[in-house]
């Protein structure tokens, strides 16, 4: 868009579906009752109102269609959210997803009639464990935050099961994600964090120092948030093992290193995988995703219930480990999620899979080599499959990461995550994935370093962004002031 | 190099220019700092396949299950078969809804924004609530995290069950609790009312067993002890229900699968989660809000976030990231399109069904009851032979039987009609039923 066209007129919000309703209206229709009716219950078990909208189905198709196209997504725009993987999903996976012979199978049936379904749980596991180098694993997790909860479980139920009842602390690097530290906490842990050193990996003297026999164990991202491989893994793993803790790997980032490596052979214990992310399965706005979880043989006895074995006579069942943490959802995992992802690594193979955590990793190198004089690069190496910037040198114009990633939003493009990880100042976290082209990535440059200039040039211009979006920049703060989180009635 | 993936659209010249951009002879010089004795590990998967293969392959395995479209089922416990109108997969299936992720970008992120706040006001209006999130996980989750939560509130570590909450949910909720060490007590209707010291009653309406328990005296007996009502509740019936808000719970939780989403072999589904006002920042999950832009118009933004994980880590309410977003899109549509009218009539057919079913297997020779009380759409059933046999005959012919629960009461078996069922359906099950009870 021209730098200096007049600003758009917004077309603003469509009406919320209560203020739309008109008595009579409705969008669906019901076969009347075939049964001889029984008498209700009793007047004061019922209730005597039922606020929900009445409209009829084609202005409610159209209003969902307008809401869709207030968003910016992966089928629309390039959208480079930093450790979220936001890469192309597959539009066949989600037709087989809905075929009636998986999505119309109840999950309490008879384990003779989902034959299927278990085989193919089954061979995900496999498949999972092929990449990992992890024996053993629960598809039980429900997305990654949920994975490591039950990996966080897992480690205590191990140490406790060694008599190490005293191990009530798990260390985290400075670099983590929030979910990281709040997984230990629910889990009962304390949290003591580990700083980074000045190459963004884990300061080993410093983790020597945490070291101590409270330690149950430690959760290191593989790549790091920097987007980072850690040179140092083994001898971290090295002073993890030997002070008697686990290695808890976070997957999150598993898309840098799918085939490329058996994060076992790194020494991780205790993984978990976002399927969502790695395995291309749609983000759905928030969820659904997936996450399970792998082990270490040892410890697969304590993997969240339920998983899948096979019997001798070649049957497939639901089993729960022997000294399991215990059931972590309300049935065997988001089936429809992990279909997906064994959609997608059965079209890709060994060879595919390398192939995109290579063009991943290049993806984000060049878009590296490109933005590290247009942005700074706090931690100029090699990264894996994102990179992070710093916009700390546009604070000079009063511009910041936040003012940048609004402007991203005229260009068309979706805004990287910004202000993490915290160890950056001003960070704009980038992750292009294997599934954009070089052009995309040459044109999103070209719209990074336009709005550079602009930032030296007139930064107001930075500061009132987004100009093209339905709304103008949004007030969080009186959000969270004046707390407005649902329809009321108008006031008469 | 394998044959070139659909998804990635770098040719072998892309690939050269980036690598000369980037200064390196080949893409392996990039993972240089992973361990070279440890790269490029053998991996083996089965030889990839194209589109239309691994169709044929995924049929064949579709077909290895017995399904409810071809099958009649009569299971639920808390998965439940709805009519879905086509409208809802149809939105579902936009990708611009299903391709975006957290709208941490509100400006490009409205329309799952406002989505998310109707799916809480909708929320809202079906539990009687004053606030809910934009979801959870699953029913089984959203009750564990109400549990945990009300030991946030209270101060206090013991949490009390009724024992008409579902067992998986109660192992869920077992798991969720040995973090903080919980103590979870379960106890029998009758044993009401409730010690000092707890931080919660939890109860099912309808309970696992389908029927209705009395939400009056549970809340009177919480409140009493200064503990919180915890009430996961079936959105269907409320539908037809008072809902428990106007009871006085102080937290409501559910399943939202119902709510036009298929069984799918138990996920993706969506915990539902509400709760009264004072309680709002103790609250896990995203929550989106209204407020205004820079212009003044209205926007919405995610919001209380001092909550959550990543401002708060280890000190957050909860470490959930996700809301099942998509899951919950489709309740909302399904509630939008049935509205006010329809969800009554949803409920009030699978009310209706369900009781015509019982009159008939009540009247079967050897067949009982063995419940007093109003139920909904659930209900026990206890036959003359285990119900693994009576399921097994039933299977033969084509109809996947209710749940097996002889472990809990000799015999019983908990079956669940909905709108889907037809009197002829049901007849065919009754007819089923009587002839293997006399086999």
Not at chain 1, 130 to 156: F, N, Q, R, V
Not at chain 1, 191 to 199: I, L, R
Not at chain 1, 365 to 383: G, H, I, M, Q, S
């Amino acid at each position: 868009m021209a730098r200096n066209a007049l600003p758009p007129v917004r077309r603003g919000l469509p009406a919320l579906l209560m203020d739309r309703s008109v008595p009579g209206r409705h969008a669906s229709t019901l076969p009347v009752c075939d049964v001889p009716l029984s008498p209700l219950p009793p007047a004061d078990l019922l209730r005597d109102d039922l606020p929900l909208p009445e409209v009829s189905e084609g202005e409610l198709v159209r209003y969902f269609l307008h809401l869709s196209q207030l968003n910016y997504a992966v089928d629309t725009t390039f959208y480079p959210l930093g450790s979220c993987t936001m890469k192309y999903n597959p539009k066949w996976h989600d037709e087989v997803a809905g075929w009636p012979g998986f999505a119309q199978v109840h999950p309490l049936q008879p384990e003779a009639t989902v034959q299927g379904t278990l085989r193919l749980l089954y061979q995900l596991q496999q498949f999972l464990s092929a990449l990992t180098g992890l024996p053993a694993a629960s598809l039980a997790p429900l997305a990654g935050a949920h994975g490591e909860l039950a990996g966080m479980l897992i480690i205590k139920a191990y140490q406790r099961a060694h008599g190490q009842d005293q191990r009530d602390t798990i260390l985290v690097p400075d670099t983590a994600h929030g979910t990281n530290p709040a997984s230990a906490a629910m889990a009962g842990f304390k949290v003591v964090t580990v700083p980074s050193d000045a190459q963004g990996n884990v300061d080993l003297s410093a983790l020597k120092d945490a070291m101590n026999e409270r330690v149950a164990g430690l959760m290191l991202t593989l790549p790091n948030t920097l987007g980072l491989f850690e040179p140092n893994v083994l001898e971290v793993s090295r002073i993890i093992h030997e002070g008697g803790a686990l290695f808890y790997g976070d997957g999150a980032n598993f898309n840098a290193l799918l085939g490329q490596v058996h994060v076992a052979d790194l020494g991780v214990d205790v993984l978990h995988l976002n399927l969502h992310k790695t395995f291309s399965t749609p983000h759905g706005g928030g969820g659904p995703g997936a996450g399970p979880v792998l082990v270490r043989e040892p410890i697969a006895r304590h993997l969240p219930a339920p998983i899948v074995q096979v019997a001798e006579d070649g049957t497939f069942h639901l089993v729960t480990p022997e000294s399991s943490i215990g059931r972590i959802g309300g049935f065997a995992g988001n089936f429809g999620v992990l279909l997906r992802a064994y959609c997608y690594i059965r079209s890709l193979g060994a060879a595919g899979l390398r192939e995109v955590s290579e063009q991943a990793v290049l993806s984000a190198n060049y878009l590296r080599v490109l933005l590290k004089d247009v942005l700074a690069l706090p931690y100029e190496r090699t990264c894996m499959h994102e990179a992070v910037f710093s916009a700390a040198l546009l604070k000079a114009h009063d511009v910041r990461a936040h003012d940048i990633a609004k402007r991203l939003i005229d260009y068309g493009f979706h805004p990287p995550i910004t202000y993490f990880p915290l160890i950056v100042p001003e960070a704009l976290m980038i992750e292009p994935t294997e599934t954009e082209s070089k052009e995309t990535l040459d044109a999103f440059t070209a719209a990074l370093s336009s709005i550079v200039r602009e930032a030296r040039e007139q930064p107001e211009w930075l500061r009132s962004a987004p100009h093209g979006a339905p709304v103008a920049r949004l007030d969080e703060a009186r959000a969270a002031r004046q707390p407005d989180l649902r329809w009321r009635p108008a006031a008469p | 190099m394998a044959a070139p993936s659909p998804y990635i659209p770098s040719t072998e010249t892309d690939r050269r220019a980036m690598l000369a951009t980037v200064g390196v002879e080949s893409v392996a010089d990039l993972f240089a700092e992973i361990p070279a004795a440890l790269r490029n590990p053998r991996i083996v998967l089965p030889e990839p396949l194209s589109e239309m293969e691994l169709k044929r392959e995924l049929a064949a395995l579709a077909a290895q299950n017995t399904n409810t479209d071809s099958a009649l089922c009569f299971l639920g416990a808390g998965s439940y078969q709805h009519f879905v109108p086509a409208v809802v997969r149809a939105l579902v299936s936009r990708g611009e809804f299903a391709t975006a992720y957290t709208p941490y970008q509100p400006e490009v992120s409205q329309g799952t924004l406002q989505a998310t706040y109707e799916f809480q006001s909708l929320v809202c209006q079906l539990t009687g609530m004053e606030v809910a999130n934009s979801g959870m996980y699953d029913g089984a989750t959203a009750l564990a995290e109400a549990a945990l939560m009300s030991a946030r509130i209270t101060g206090r570590q013991r949490v009390v069950v009724l024992e008409g909450v579902s067992s998986a949910y109660r192992e869920v909720l077992a798991t969720y609790a040995s973090g903080p060490d919980l103590v979870i007590d379960p106890i029998a209707p009758g044993s009401l009312p409730l010690d000092e010291g707890a931080a919660c009653l939890v109860v099912q309406q309808p309970n696992f067993f389908g029927y209705l328990e009395d939400l009056r005296r549970c809340a009177e007996a919480a409140h009493a002890v200064g503990a919180l009502l915890v009430v996961s509740a079936d959105p269907i019936s409320l539908g037809l229900l008072r809902p428990p808000g106007h009871y006085g719970a102080d937290i409501v939780v559910g399943e939202g699968q119902a709510l036009g989403n298929a069984i799918s072999f138990g996920g993706p589904y969506v915990g539902l989660f509400a709760c009264r006002q004072e309680h709002l920042r103790q609250m896990p999950g995203r929550i989106a809000g209204r407020t205004l832009d820079a212009e003044g118009n209205p926007g919405f933004v995610l919001t209380l976030q001092t909550r959550e994980q990543h401002i708060r880590r280890e000190r957050a309410t909860s470490n959930i990231c996700t809301s099942e977003q998509l899951v919950g899109l489709a309740c909302t549509i399904y509630l939008a399109a049935l509205g006010r009218t329809g969800l009554r009539q949803v409920a009030e057919l699978c009310y209706q069904k369900a009781h015509y079913a019982a009159a008939r297997i009540a009247a079967l020779p050897g067949w009982r009851l063995p419940m007093e009380g109003i139920f909904f759409q659930e209900f026990v059933a206890v036959g003359p032979r285990p119900p693994a046999e009576v399921n097994a005959a039933l299977l033969r012919q084509g109809i996947i039987g209710g749940l097996d629960i002889d472990g809990r009461i000799p015999n019983g078996m908990l079956l669940c009609f909905s709108e889907l069922h037809s009197r002829h359906d049901i007849d065919r099950l009754v007819a089923a039923l009587d002839s293997v009870g006399g086999e």
